[in-house]
Nanobody
Framework: QVQVVESGGGLVQPGGSLRLSCSAS????????MGWYRQVPGKERDLVAV???????IYADSVKGRFTISRDIAKNTVSLQMNSLKTEDTAVYYC?????????????WGQGTQVTVSS
């Protein structure tokens, strides 16, 4: 059973920074894609950023230039550095991973961590 665990959420003021971390364990297969998604009540869960095993990244337009995704392949961990946070970044952030070779669609999800941006 693959386990995905996030940490690092919390309350921050607009313009501040937070770093989310995620670790995945329990799979005999290589984890090819690791990513972050976010969801607010009443809306769909949206992609924030994803990174491939090769280091290729994709970001949502709304976070480009402010968020940076990185990963440690050996440790099966991924981080999301969030700078210049805005109130609209408030959401539950989920880490997700995929073992598929060319499909980043998440297979396994974490439980989510709340990020609240408020003064």
């Amino acid at each position: 059973q693959v386990q995905v665990v996030e940490s690092g959420g919390g309350l921050v003021q607009p313009g501040g920074s937070l770093r989310l971390s995620c670790s995945a364990s329990g799979t005999a297969f290589s984890i090819n894609f690791m990513g972050w998604y976010r969801q607010v009540p009443g809306k769909e869960r949206d992609l924030v950023a994803v990174i491939s095993r090769a280091g290729d990244t994709i970001y949502a337009d709304s976070v480009k230039g402010r968020f940076t995704i990185s990963r440690d392949i050996a440790k099966n961990t991924v981080s999301l550095q969030m700078n210049s946070l805005k109130t609209e970044d408030t959401a539950v952030y989920y880490c997700a991973v995929s073992t598929r070779l060319s499909d980043q669609t998440p297979e396994y999800w974490g439980q989510g961590t709340q990020v609240t941006v408020s003064s």
